[in-house]
């Protein structure tokens, strides 16, 4: 090798050593920054969370929420309707569900009110929930509720993963008549199987 080739691959070398250098710099200074950044949202969050609304219905009804004008609410907004639903009992949760479902006027509340019953239902103890399970049971098997509620409560089941879910799911399926019902149950009940396992 001759003496200009030794020179140009220290040469290369020192430059390859120089930006992994920098480069290197400027990712731990662009990391502490995210860091940061990430310490200060956690600070607010937890500023939000004190101004929960209590457990009353009509708090988390005079929330600010008003489905007509589409992403009119924070996240922040959102979440903390959210938890207010989560502190709520479950059979709470139900009947503002079906409240929701009677009027048909307020889908994305009802949404709320869906995957808080969805999630309590998870959540809860069985003893806790024994008496949800009863009205929910009882509503999937009365003649006079809508086939698109009852439809809309079996998936709200069988995202639940409980075992209830399941046997309620696995009873109603046998007094049912109604076609697109029974497959929406036969769908959430192996979705569930599946998940129980």
Known sequence: MKNSQKGFALVLIIAMVAILTIGGGVYIYLSKEVIKSENKSDSSKIENDTAIPSKSTSSIHSLPFDSRTGDSLSVAERQQYYDALLKLDPNTIFTLWKKFEEQNDEP?????????????????SENINAPVYKNIASFLTDGNNKIGSKI????????????????????VSNSQKNSELLIEIKISIMKLQKKLQ
């Open 152 to 171: 809309y409560l079996v998936k709200i089941l069988g995202q639940a993963e409980t075992a209830p879910s399941l046997q309620i799911l696995l009873d």
């Open 108 to 124: 994305r509340r009802q949404g709320f009110v869906s995957i808080a019953l969805s999630d309590k239902l998870t959540m809860s």
